[in-house]
């Protein structure tokens, strides 16, 4: 469990790092980066610490989320002397932190690692709960593990730094954490009343966002019940980014706008199931198409989706299971879904 000290913001945060380097032993302290965080985030890191570090540069984007990187991080670690009190610091968006935290836990059987998210996402899902790992031939987090990191430093001074597009990413997040909060209806209230999506209109919510997926993450480390609602929108969602992943780079989508859609198909699914209200299924459509491109799938592209949840992470003995909705955060484990009901909840988004 994170406890929450683990997840610190800003000034503080940088003084804790420190104290952790010089007094919890470390022999060398590594820190992973893309080409986007070297350009954009690196300097701002060095003046913040008073530490020595070795640099792993990785290419940037969800293309190289896989095992061949993975590879060139273990090759890095091994050629500069990494050993097993070595700390890794992953400086990036969820791909960063996602392989990073892989490629640390397997390393000489694990070494220590430490979360900075320099996206919205990042900040506000994938480096939090613990989950780390790798795509496995197109299909979304295939291979991974279970492990927290030391600490996840939050500094939203790297939010600035972001094309709009990665913000909107983020967002959509943000909106499923707002419709799967068990607490309270009024944060999605918050996103809805949103006219756009900065770093300074979103900075409250965003420390929000982060209180309830840790909530979530507490009550259910494990994933064996109350987390499961965080893959909300995932089944039919990750299946559509997989599918773009396998197009024309031209075709991708970033994994939040893949989640948008998602977040419309599930929550018509769990309208016409669970009676889900229909005031809030409409302002929760208006709200994504606002915000994010409309895309077009034809009933073959339906198809090749609907194969794609097979490799769903929730699915046991066969079954396609989702996460839906019978109201703001009131959810329903393990629902089997026809497809007849799933090009249903095509049309519905394909609608304006």
Same mark, same amino acid.
């Given at each position: 469990?994170?406890?929450?000290?683990?997840?610190?913001?800003?000034?503080?945060?940088?003084?804790?790092?420190?104290?952790?380097?010089?007094?919890?032993?470390?022999?060398?302290?590594?820190?992973?980066?893309?080409?986007?965080?070297?350009?954009? %985030?690196?300097?701002?890191?060095?003046?913040?610490?008073?530490?020595?570090?070795?640099?792993?540069?990785?290419?940037?984007?969800?293309?190289?989320?896989?095992?061949?990187?993975? !590879?060139?991080?273990?090759?890095?670690?091994?050629?500069?002397?990494?050993?097993?009190?070595?700390?890794?610091?992953?400086?990036?968006?969820?791909?960063?932190?996602?392989?990073?935290?892989?490629?640390?836990?397997?390393?000489?059987?694990?070494?220590?690692?430490?979360?900075?998210?320099?996206?919205?996402?990042?900040?506000?899902?994938?480096?939090?709960?613990?989950?780390?790992?790798?795509?496995?031939?197109?299909?979304?987090?295939?291979?991974?593990?279970?492990?927290?990191?030391?600490?996840?430093?939050?500094?939203?001074?790297?939010?600035?730094?972001?094309?709009?597009?990665?913000?909107?990413?983020?967002?959509?997040?943000?909106?499923?954490?707002?419709?799967?909060?068990?607490?309270?209806?009024?944060?999605?209230?918050?996103?809805?009343?949103?006219?756009?999506?900065?770093?300074?209109?979103?900075?409250?919510?965003?420390?929000?966002?982060?209180?309830?997926?840790?909530?979530?993450?507490?009550?259910?480390?494990?994933?064996?019940?109350?987390?499961?609602?965080?893959?909300?929108?995932?089944?039919?969602?990750?299946?559509?980014?997989?599918?773009?992943? !396998?197009?024309?780079?031209?075709?991708?989508?970033?994994?939040?706008?893949?989640?948008?859609?998602?977040?419309?198909?599930?929550?018509?699914?769990?309208?016409?199931?669970?009676?889900?209200?229909?005031?809030?299924?409409?302002?929760?459509?208006?709200?994504?198409?606002?915000?994010?491109?409309?895309?077009?799938?034809?009933?073959?592209?339906?198809?090749?989706?609907?194969?794609?949840?097979?490799?769903?992470?929730?699915?046991?003995?066969?079954?396609?299971?989702?996460?839906?909705?019978?109201?703001?955060?009131?959810?329903?484990?393990? %629902?089997?879904?026809?497809?007849?009901?799933?090009?249903?909840?095509?049309?519905?988004?394909?609608?304006?």
């Amino acid at each position: 469990m994170i406890d929450d000290k683990s997840i610190l913001f800003g000034k503080k945060a940088y003084k804790t790092l420190d104290t952790l380097v010089k007094t919890a032993s470390v022999s060398s302290v590594f820190l992973l980066i893309d080409n986007n965080t070297k350009t954009h %985030c690196l300097d701002h890191f060095k003046n913040r610490v008073s530490f020595n570090f070795k640099t792993v540069l990785i290419p940037f984007g969800e293309t190289h989320k896989n095992l061949e990187t993975c !590879s060139v991080i273990w090759q890095n670690l091994s050629d500069n002397g990494a050993d097993r009190q070595s700390l890794l610091i992953n400086l990036g968006g969820g791909v960063i932190t996602d392989i990073g935290g892989f490629t640390a836990s397997c390393f000489r059987r694990g070494i220590a690692f430490v979360h900075i998210p320099t996206t919205l996402l990042g900040m506000i899902d994938a480096a939090i709960g613990g989950k780390n790992g790798v795509d496995f031939k197109n299909l979304k987090n295939q291979i991974g593990v279970i492990k927290q990191p030391e600490m996840i430093l939050i500094d939203q001074v790297f939010l600035k730094t972001l094309p709009h597009n990665q913000m909107v990413s983020g967002f959509a997040e943000m909106i499923k954490h707002g419709l799967i909060n068990v607490k309270s209806h009024t944060y999605f209230d918050k996103c809805l009343d949103l006219e756009k999506v900065d770093s300074e209109n979103i900075k409250d919510l965003v420390e929000e966002s982060i209180k309830i997926k840790k909530m979530i993450v507490d009550a259910d480390t494990s994933e064996k019940g109350i987390r499961k609602i965080l893959n909300y929108d995932y089944t039919l969602g990750h299946a559509i980014e997989s599918y773009r992943l !396998s197009l024309d780079p031209t075709k991708h989508l970033l994994h939040g706008e893949a989640i948008a859609i998602g977040l419309v198909l599930e929550t018509f699914i769990s309208h016409k199931m669970f009676g889900y209200p229909k005031r809030v299924l409409n302002q929760l459509k208006s709200l994504v198409k606002r915000f994010y491109i409309s895309q077009n799938f034809g009933r073959d592209e339906i198809s090749q989706i609907i194969d794609l949840m097979k490799y769903d992470k929730k699915n046991i003995k066969g079954k396609v299971n989702f996460v839906l909705l019978k109201n703001i955060g009131q959810y329903v484990l393990d %629902c089997q879904v026809e497809n007849k009901l799933i090009y249903e909840a095509f049309d519905f988004y394909a609608k304006d």
